[in-house]
């Protein structure tokens, strides 16, 4: 009897920290595996979803964001062409299956393509000692373990640039800030349901994490292959707060997208190259 009791328990338990987070991440896009199919001259409901993701990674170009609609017209194909082609999935205008499996990955936040009315515009650092500090407003990991992970994560820029990190000192600043935050956080670009993180050029420095995901300091551990790696993303957010932008090519670091539990902590031959360039003098 107890035993019964307990295996139900249990099996509540597995629905409720287990099943529901999933749902919730998976909610806003729901209607998006309904659009499979979809092409040009359709008018499919949910159709302003896809515009909406489209204009936030820079790839359709409106003026409101709010007033996008589900009429597939000529500028929605061509979006998707070029999102197609950056994702190095076949371009064919539509919205197959390729590309909802693209749009339902998890990604960072900032955009692929500039758009001039955001702050994710390029820049350098002129000194080349930076100082990082971290503070939370979500708690993943404890500060040693997260301190462990970003170390890592700096080093590999720092071995192949004139760079140097330092964390800084109790209770100060860095140039560079890092933490762990949800949804709306105070910064003007609230996490969307696929974000895992975002960060910001030089000289502002800001390193976001999103906490509503799954972390974890090494997918290769048991149970935590589904989860994400935090010094990957580390790696690649730090790129942002150098001045870097996002990638096409699906082998770098700075390639906007990441499947939980994958490892992806060296910087490729070009990233190695892009650096040393910005920060050649
Ligand atoms: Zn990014
Ligand atoms: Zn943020």
Not at 82 to 87: E, F, P, V
Not at 99 to 125: A, E, M, Q
Not at 147 to 170: C, I, M, N, Q
Request: aromatic share 14%.
């Amino acid at each position: 009897m107890a035993d019964k009791f307990s295996t139900q328990l249990f099996g509540a338990f597995l629905m409720f920290f287990v099943l529901q987070p999933f749902v919730i991440k998976s909610l806003e896009f729901e209607s998006v595996q309904n659009l499979e199919g979809a092409q040009k001259g359709d008018v499919v409901n949910g159709l302003n979803q896809i515009k909406k993701y489209l204009h936030s990674y820079g790839y359709y170009h409106h003026d409101n964001e709010d007033t996008l609609d589900d009429r597939f017209d000529d500028s929605l194909e061509s979006a998707l062409k070029a999102y197609q082609d950056y994702l190095g999935i076949d371009v064919t205008g539509k919205i197959d299956s390729d590309t909802i499996k693209g749009v339902l990955t998890p990604r960072c936040g900032v955009p692929d393509h500039l758009v001039s009315n955001y702050r994710f515009n390029g820049g350098k650092w002129t000194n080349r000692s930076l100082s990082w500090s971290v503070k939370n407003s979500v708690n993943v990991f404890t500060p040693y373990e997260l301190t462990l992970a970003l170390t890592a994560a700096f080093k590999s820029w720092a071995d192949v640039s004139p760079l140097k990190f330092a964390k800084a000192g109790k209770g100060k600043k860095g140039d560079i800030t890092i933490g762990f935050f949800s949804r709306d956080h105070g910064d003007g670009y609230p996490f969307k349901a696929e974000e895992f993180a975002h960060a910001f050029p030089p000289k502002d420095g800001r390193l976001h994490y999103n906490a509503k995901w799954d972390w974890t300091f090494d997918p290769t551990k048991k149970g935590e292959n589904n989860k994400i790696d935090v010094q990957s993303v580390g790696v690649h957010e730090i790129g942002h707060t150098l001045g870097l932008s996002h990638s096409s090519d699906t082998s770098a670091v700075m390639y906007p997208y990441y499947n939980p539990g994958s490892i992806k902590r060296d910087l490729t031959d070009d990233e190695k190259k892009g650096i040393k360039a910005l920060y050649r003098n």
